[in-house]
């Protein structure tokens, strides 16, 4: 999904340091197979984003899964994201060469993943795994509508049913005994599924964050704030506006670990944090206290 902030960077400019940061890496890259690859209308190949076999799986797991389409499913979704308008010209191999163009694409996607996202998913990770943490809070804190109509404003729960308001698509989908998988996107700026609504029913949806993983953006009272707990724990409070762990606290505001665990333990005994365990991960969040401090400084 972040292919689309290179077709559209106005429209993703939260992730213009990005697009800064890498751009110069793009020649790495077979650049024009990856643009082929998205629709006119912005669609990607189905395929490209395989059902996860497990919670976490690598890049690797990902690729092979793409690798290994079959091909009248590769022919088909390329057609799905293509439209009225057919292949581009760069994919014609579907129809003669399905084997040799998936290993194009899966080389080229991985490549990708190397030279652009790889040096980041440290950040990217502790991001998505943050707003797992989140949704998994709040869904015990407020129920499936609470959980849903907190996701994205084109999302609502009513009477056991995930109503989407898309303008110009209409669809129904069953998914009685199949399940649905949610999973966080950093690139999606609006909750998206797959094109074929025959396959098992996944959600991408916009994670918290989005707008500060690439910085932390100063507030206003940032001195009112400093003033009153010291500079390093303000900062720390107001990089907090998701759950992040000691270490990816410690990369953004340019501080020694040791240094951030100190701080994290004031701001905790005084009620402003609370800590989590997330798989191997202690993850620290603002308290309704901490949120309302925030509030009252800016």
Partial sequence: MSLWIWQNPSRYAIHLPLVRMSA???????WPLLQALIGPAGFLPDFLTPHPAVPRPDIADELDAVRATAHDVVRQDLRNAAGAGGLHPRLRAADTDPAGLLT????????YWRLILEPHWPTLRAALEADILY?????????????FNDIDRIMSWGNGELRIDEPGL???????????TFTPSLFCNRAVTLIDTSQPPRLW????????????????????????????????????????????????????PGAVSQHLGVLSRAGLLDRSR?????????????????SQMT
């Fill in 24 to 30: 110069s890496r793009l020649s790495g890259v077979d």
């Fill in 170 to 180: 209409q669809a129904e989908v069953d998914v009685s005994g199949r399940g649905l």
């Fill in 205 to 256: 949806y916009p994670a918290r964050g989005r707008g500060t993983v690439w910085g932390t953006r100063t507030a206003p009272s940032e001195q009112a704030l400093a003033d009153l707990l010291g500079r390093s724990r303000s900062q720390i409070l107001q990089t907090l506006n998701q759950p992040l762990n000691t270490a990816e606290l410690a990369r953004r505001l340019s501080l020694s």
């Fill in 135 to 147: 949704r998994a809070k709040r869904l015990a804190d407020k129920g499936a509508q609470g959980l």
């Fill in 278 to 294: 997330h798989g191997h991960a202690v993850l620290y969040s603002r308290t309704t206290l901490g949120e309302r401090l925030m």
């Fill in 104 to 111: 194009e694409i899966t080389a080229t996607l991985h490549d």
